[in-house]
């Protein structure tokens, strides 16, 4: 593994391919969730935000094996999504029920931890029944910013990846998503991909103390030198957190130029 000086973009932690990387996330994952549990006191949840995505996938399978399960605090950790195509959680294409068949169906993770996105009815009312879920179960009002020392993060961790033409959670390029700073939580439906989504939001995704995005592969060189040159037009330049963001990836995906 090769650490990188942090930038406005956040700091690259670099492994030699795709199996080292997924376990130095996991363990990386792992040990936030024991700080945050041991600073927090006992009645403090762990909060973290999953995405989907093929490399996420290999993530999940390896916190669901035995080794890895038996270690994690299921228990006290509560798990919500980033994003997610508006289909039924049986639809192929669900991050939601990706989730459960890969990680939560093998984990003793309690169901009441466990928020995935709504799956029906409108999904501009889908999005704000998330919000609110996201308020209830938080107890926040209004998002912490990072001059705010005291009021405590909407989440812990905030998983993401990035797509080949730079787009992050679901907001995508030239979408009227990346200029909603009010809602937590959106709807939108992508002219590049398939199906209306609902995401988190910038503010939402900048309201967590660590983002941290998973990369792997050289079909995302290109995105991520971009990214990290702070090309505007790309939605993950703009990605923020309370604390850190750190890039996770494989040698791969490293620009020549990072």
């Given amino acids: 593994m090769s650490a990188h000086p942090t930038a406005a973009t956040g700091a690259l932690e670099v492994f030699p391919d795709r199996e ?5 996330l996991a363990e990386h994952l792992l040990a936030l969730a024991e700080r945050t549990l041991a600073e927090g006191g006992a009645d403090r949840p762990f909060r973290i935000a999953l995405s989907g995505g093929s490399t996420p996938q290999a993530l999940y399978a390896l916190m669901a094996a035995p080794d890895y399960a038996r270690r994690f605090p299921w228990a006290r950790t509560q798990f919500f999504m980033v994003d997610d195509r508006f289909v039924p959680h049986s639809h192929a294409d669900s991050n939601g029920g990706m989730l459960q068949r890969l990680l939560f169906d093998h984990v003793p993770v309690p169901t009441s931890n466990i928020f995935l996105m709504p ?10 029944r998330y919000e609110a879920t996201l308020r209830r179960i938080t107890g926040l009002n209004t998002l912490p910013t990072t001059a705010d020392t005291t009021t405590p993060p909407l989440l812990d961790v905030c998983l993401l990846g990035m797509g080949t033409d730079g787009h992050t959670a679901s907001l995508f390029p030239g979408q009227d998503v990346l200029s909603n700073h009010t809602d937590w939580v959106a709807s939108c439906t992508p002219a590049t991909a398939p199906h209306t989504r609902l995401t988190l939001t910038y503010p939402a995704i900048a309201a967590s103390r660590h983002v941290i995005f998973l990369v792997a592969g050289a079909d995302k060189q290109v995105m991520l030198a971009r990214v990290r040159a ?19 990836m494989d040698q791969a995906a490293m620009p020549p130029t990072a």
């Fill in 119 to 128: 799956d029906s009815g409108a999904s501009t009312e889908a999005a704000r």
């Fill in 20 to 24: 080292y990387l997924v376990h130095a």
């Fill in 230 to 248: 702070q090309d505007t037009s790309l939605p993950a330049t703009a990605i923020s957190g309370l604390c850190d963001v750190t890039w996770y």
